[in-house]
């Protein structure tokens, strides 16, 4: 069995973070987002994967070779941004013969039990209940948590149970089928080929899938979303003693926060739900739940829920910001 993990979105809404940065390695709780899903993965015996690159997609190759040098893996990349079906419908020469297959889509993380999902005996599609689900595709259940219809962000819909972006798919070779027939009769929306659109065919040709309800979803896609699901994780960490202390000399730190090596702090006060990547130097400076990228310079700043870039130099404000890598800003 292989695991596909499409990580060739743009992130648009994470801009300008994502000019330079793409979104599966924004730093969050310690890791990327690409790590923590990869990290999951091989927790549970998966060893064998699929990364549909594209936009920024050499640093994804270079941050994959360079943490995970023993993993197994093929690189697919899509060069035309063609939506989530068009992705994994290229892995099919890189899936082969494999019958079953595990989906994750690269900007969510969920919190499941990935033992369980794949040794199911029936294809599954994780999902999530959610107050307004427009903005997500959706799974209409039976009584049986049998799912009867999926559909890609209904403008009306019938059920608010959103696709997490979990797929654990027992008959790949129907579902490559159902892929090649809708790029062959562009029967996309906009030439765009969603995912769900294939899984709705195979429902109407008759494959079965059953819902699995996740404990917790954080989708990574947004700003806001991506502060509070960093928050949630170093709250874990914290609870389950995998976070480590930090003290740093002529500095407050206040936990839950992630501090990675190499970092210089002085004359601050760092935290709650602070990520901090390596080899920072913050200075005089008041940082509430941010995520500061890897050798970024702050000085005589106050900072809450803000995402730096990594090599940003920031002095002297008091903001909410959203700053991309390689950014240089003095507002003193």
Known sequence: ?????????????????????????????????????????????????????????EKIQRYIAHQYPQLKYNIVSQNDRRGTGHAIWLTKEAVGDDDELLIVLGDTICDYNVREFISSS?????????????SFGVAELDENDQVVRVVEKPLIPRSNMAMVGLYYVKESKLLFETLESRLATHSGEQ????????????????????????????????????????????????????????????????????????????????????????????????????????????????LHSSIIGSDANVRGMSQSLNIGDNTEIDLG
């Not at 015996?45 to 936009?55: E, H, K, L, Q, T």
């Not at 029936?122 to 427009?134: A, C, H, K």
Request: hydrophobic letters at 45%.
């Open 122 to 134: 029936n294809s599954l599609i994780g999902v999530r209940r959610v107050d307004d689900p427009r």
């Open 191 to 302: 030439d765009e080929y969603h995912l769900t659109q294939a899984l709705q065919d195979m429902i109407e040709s008759g494959a079965k899938f059953k819902a699995l309800r996740v404990a917790n979803w954080f989708d990574c896609g947004k700003k806001e979303t991506l502060l509070s699901t960093n928050a949630i994780l170093l709250r874990e960490m914290q609870e389950n003693g995998s976070l480590q202390a930090y003290l740093a000399e002529g500095a407050v730190i206040i936990p839950p926060v992630s501090i990675a090596e190499g970092c210089s702090i002085a004359h601050s006060i760092i935290g709650p739900n602070v990520t901090i990547g390596e080899h920072t130097h913050i200075d005089a400076s008041i940082i509430r739940d941010s995520i500061i990228g890897s050798y970024a310079e702050l000085n005589e700043v106050v």
């Open 1 to 57: 069995m292989k695991a596909i993990i499409p990580v060739a979105g743009a992130g648009t809404k994470l801009r300008p973070l994502t000019y330079t940065q793409p979104k599966a390695l924004i730093p969050i709780a310690g890791k990327t987002i690409l790590a923590v899903i990869i990290d999951q993965l091989l927790e549970a015996g998966v060893n064998d994967f699929v990364f549909v690159i594209g936009y920024l997609g």
